[in-house]
């Protein structure tokens, strides 16, 4: 007994370090109460938060990790329940145009951690019950992040107001963000012992058109042509299908469809903003190519909108697949944050797609996404966010920005080092049109790296750029592997201790498909191509 204690905290010590908790003695490690303290960690009131947690585990007989982290999670919803209640009393507390679109961000991010938690919850009881997957881990991971974050975005839209209302909510916010770094960080210590891998998995890294579970069906939806293919809905300008608009056609899809519906959006301009929520499910959008059906836009900052609702297209329904259109956003340099498109949905995909924009292009706010053969043009933090996101064969050109600014293609938005998000960005091509900086640190622990990637010769020297003066440069992890081309040269680049030159192919494949996005549990099914690893 006394070496399975022993061997219990050599486990959990580096929850306690990451923590800064102080590690308990190994009597007290298998214990409930030692638990509940790593779950009411830093909370406002920790002595109140104990106690209803040891009411509610006393109640429902919690006696394992697994059990605890369920509580936790249960804990924690129940806290965004409260902070759905507040933010809803106070939308009649103003009447500022922006300040109410951000009570309307905040309600619809609120809805989303309640989800994600929801998911995470459900997760956890097939882990108790032994079905203990990379899957299942990757889904937790992915959810749990999410969940983090959202509160941030909420906070975020108030910027440009006077602040009251901010103020008022922001107590009940910053709760469930520490309710929620507290489990991820509990549960990504915790669980870190060998898994075995995914059903349907394979250990081929190369690049790959099908692998050979794809069925017939997926594979037909990605290497059909419109007019051969199984389509559930068609959108024309013209009146030749049943839909004129694409918002209408996502609208008369199924909620929380299970199976694939497809929607083709024939080919010319459609000028609308879409917005597919959370329950328009497993929806694939294919148009005739990008350039030729295009979906236009052109909401900005300065008109009065929060970042989060400028998008001209704007998904968070999962599982959703795009192909062969273009998303873009009119707004010039000038109106500044002018999304193009913003993605909330996990196991997302988006193949031969053009994203266009200046400022704020691709929003990558959350979950896990990939694109490939995408063409993505901006100016500043033009791909941002903080979803764990791929590009792979995809074309990156910057744009003029306006006087006196510095174009930057990523700001990625890791808050928490134990969030499983980042930007990974692999066999691509930078075409900057003037001195161009990978990227620069948004949050305190920004995550992006650059793969096999042609990198022109207006990729500056030093490479990346800083936020404002030493802010992250010590926690983000900024990388680049084997790329190549006149703007990849490293001798100039930077010296931060965040900053790193990948040698070695086992730290590159750490952001590939298959392991930082879970790709290969999920991709095949879209019949998007992709590679699992890297590549020769």
Known sequence: MAFANTLLLFLLLPTFQALSIPPPSYEEIPTVESMMKQACFNTADF???????QSECERKGHNSIISILKAAVQATINEVQRAIELVSLVTSLSTNPREQIAIEDCQELLDFSMDELGLSLAEMEKIRSGSRTMEGEGNLRAWLSAALSNQDTCLEGFEGTNGHVKNYIQGSLDEVTQLVSNVLAMFKRIHSTPLRPPRNGT????????????????????????NSMHVDAVVSIGGSGRYRSIMDAINGAPDHGLRRYVIYVKKGLYRENVDLKKKKTNIMLVGDGMGITVVSGSRNFLQGWTTFRTPTFAVSGMGFIARDITFRNTAGPQSHQAVALRVDSD??????????????????????????????????????GNGAAVLQNCKIFTRNPLPNQKTTITAQGRKDPNQSTGFSIQNSFVYGSQPTYLGRPWKQFSRTVFMQTYLNNQVRPEGWLGWAGNFALNTLYYGEYMNYGPGSALGGRVRWPGYHVIREPSVANFFTVAQFIDGKSWLPATGVTFAAGLTS
Do not use: M
């Not at 002595?47 to 947690?53: Q, T």
């Not at 196991?347 to 990558?364: K, M, N, P, V, W």
């Open 47 to 53: 002595k109140s938060c104990l106690s209803n947690f």
């Open 203 to 226: 250990t081929n890294t190369k690049n790959f058109d099908f692998p050979t579970w794809v069925s017939d069906e997926e594979q037909e939806l990605v290497r059909a042509t419109p």
């Open 347 to 384: 196991r997302s995909a988006f193949f031969r797609c053009s994203i266009e924009g200046h400022q704020d292009t691709l929003y990558a706010h959350s979950l896990r996404q990939f694109y490939r053969e995408c063409n993505i043009y901006g100016t500043i933090d033009f791909i941002f």
